[in-house]
């Protein structure tokens, strides 16, 4: 393995891995259809026609079509309700 920067674990390898935190509200607005995941950007956006034109965003039923996914949800300390969830995979 080559050191390409200094205190940087990176490999070579092709599996990709995403998180997303959000809150839970907003997890089942996704779940519901009325948020879209943005692969790009890789957060919750509107299901709006701008965001559904755009080809980047996915349904719920959709994400990680590719991947296989996680989804954990955690109170903070604070009491917010929140969820992390993403994908885990092979990519290529």
Not at 40 to 49: G, H, I, S, T
Not at 74 to 92: H, L, M, N, Q
Request: glycine content about 10%.
């Amino acid at each position: 393995m080559k050191q390409i920067r200094r205190g940087v674990f990176e490999t070579n390898s092709s599996s990709t891995h995403s998180i997303t935190i959000c809150t839970l509200e907003d997890y089942e607005k996704f779940k519901r259809g009325e948020l879209l995941y943005d692969r790009w950007e890789e957060k919750l956006v509107p299901a709006d026609a701008e965001h559904v034109s755009s080809g980047d965003c996915e349904t719920y039923k959709e994400f990680g079509r590719y991947h296989e996914t996680y989804a954990e949800g955690f109170r903070t300390p604070s009491g917010d309700e929140i969820v992390a969830f993403g994908y885990y995979g092979y990519d290529g």
